[in-house]
T-cell receptor, first 118, second 114 residues
């Protein structure tokens, strides 16, 4: 159990276009999902925390108008990269929070989406 | 504030040798600690985690880690490396009082020589 999917797994787009990435928790409900960005050979950097039914919380330095997050249901969060530029090319990974009891939640990660902006 | 330091961005071992990946953390509250593995162009897979209880934690694929509060460490070990263990390994810490926010170390790339 606790499977998280992302779609698409890989996308190539032209500069100036928008790209939507979906993150789904397949067998559990997630009130909270997280979006990370990973540059080559670097660690994951948290971009934002997505809460079902409310606005996302963005980390410092992340442009909320550029990276639009929508968490419309308990199993789906979307990240839209608007007016993409080559510097937005990266590996985007989502995770979904699952309550495990005992006072902590566990994150389950999606397989990632490789975005290349030409 | 919490932080994670992974010593050594790249570790190389021979097949069959001991694997030791180091992780030190900083946390003002008792932490939850995690080790994840990432294969190329894939997401993260949880290897093991420490929350409460026994400080020696066993995970998948023969890995284990020991939480040492006095040393603020959570080093990952495996007695005998396999070629399939070659991957990127991330240590992470979570504040048990948070909603599960993870702070990741910079990662350690493990290479296994035949």
């Amino acid at each position: 159990g606790a499977v998280v999917s992302q779609h698409p797994s890989r996308v190539i787009c032209k500069s100036g276009t928008s790209v939507k990435i979906e993150c789904r928790s397949l067998d559990f409900q997630a009130t909270t999902m997280f979006w990370y960005r990973q540059f080559p050979k670097q660690s994951l950097m948290l971009m934002a925390t997505s809460n079902e039914g409310s606005k996302a919380t963005y980390e410092q330095g992340v442009e909320k108008d550029k990276f639009l997050i929508n968490h419309a249901s308990l199993t789906l969060s979307t990240l839209t990269v608007t007016s993409a530029h080559p510097e937005d090319s990266s590996f985007y990974i989502c995770s979904a929070d699952r309550t495990r009891g005992g006072g902590y939640n566990e994150q389950f990660f999606g397989p990632g989406t490789r975005l290349t902006v030409l | 504030a919490q932080s994670v330091t992974q010593l050594g961005s790249h570790v190389s071992v021979s097949e069959g040798a001991l694997v030791l990946l180091r992780c030190n953390y900083s946390s003002s509250v008792p932490p939850y600690l995690f080790w994840y593995v990432q294969y190329p162009n894939q997401g993260l897979q949880l290897l093991l985690k420490y929350t409460t209880g026994a400080t020696l934690v066993k995970g998948i694929n023969g890995f284990e880690a020991e939480f040492k509060k006095s040393e603020t460490s959570f080093h990952l070990t495996k007695p005998s490396a396999h070629m399939s263990d070659a991957a990127e390994y991330f240590c992470a810490v979570s504040d048990r009082g948070s909603q599960g926010n993870l702070i990741f170390g910079k990662g350690t790339k493990l290479s296994v020589k035949p």
